[in-house]
């Protein structure tokens, strides 16, 4: 509706979308946009001004706020996400987050550029296209290896923030993990898959 209020704005030389260029119903419509602040509708005076200008009676006439034209700039730079695959492609595997480790690994995406070990490539692709699951409160992604230890390495760095529940639980359910290489000290990534399969959860996580 903002949209189309902002086009027809644009063809109009008094910068007012007239009742005789919109139907009724997208009228109605623009009462909600007039509640939120997004778009005025002309008063008495206005629309007499208008109505000598056109000779004929006007009876509505509507224009965007500047709010609304924020909204309608801001709805159109918004990245749009699209549908995840249907099956993972070759080389990746499902892989289901907890909210918890799903917005640490968003923290970890939103950094990307300040970070000396950035997350790997296509990560960010995969975290703005996941699909929430209500049944199991999961965000599901199809992940490969590599996005998989990058994943490990941005709940390393939460964990270094405090909370080892989100790393601690990722490595439980697929087998990767950060930890100091015992003779670089370097963080590393650590494949333990048989972690998901014999060890169970610890008490609190």
């Known amino acids: 509706m903002l949209e189309v209020l902002h086009e027809r704005e644009q063809g109009s030389q008094h910068g007012w979308v007239l009742d ?4 009724d119903s997208f009228q109605q ?24 200008h056109h000779g ?10 500047p709010y609304g034209s924020d ?24 892989v289901k987050l907890r909210p918890a480790q799903m917005a640490a690994l968003r923290v970890f995406i939103s950094i990307a550029g300040e970070l000396t070990s950035p997350p790997a ?11 929430f699951s209500r049944a199991d409160n999961r965000w599901c992604l199809y992940l490969t290896e590599n996005q998989m230890e990058s994943v490990a ?19 439980r359910d697929y087998g990767v993990v950060y930890r100091s290489a015992p003779v670089t000290r370097q963080p590393t990534p650590v494949v333990i898959r048989a972690l998901s399969e014999s060890v169970q959860p610890a008490r609190g996580d």
Do not use: C, K
Not at 20 to 23: D, E, I, L, Q
Not at 71 to 92: H, K, L, M, T
């Open 71 to 94: 909204a309608r700039v801001y709805a159109r730079a918004r990245p749009v996400d699209e549908p995840g695959p249907e099956g993972p492609a070759s080389g990746e595997q499902l």
């Open 121 to 131: 490539a296509g990560l960010a692709a995969r975290v703005r296209t996941a699909g």
């Open 20 to 23: 005789n260029v919109v139907p």
């Open 153 to 171: 390495y941005g709940l390393y760095l939460h964990m270094l923030g405090g909370s080892s529940a989100e790393a601690n639980r990722f490595a």
């Open 29 to 52: 419509s623009v009462e909600s946009a007039v509640r939120e602040g997004l778009a005025e509708l002309a008063d008495r005076e206005t629309r007499a001004e208008l109505s000598a």
């Open 56 to 65: 004929r009676p006007i009876r509505w006439a509507a224009r965007l706020t």
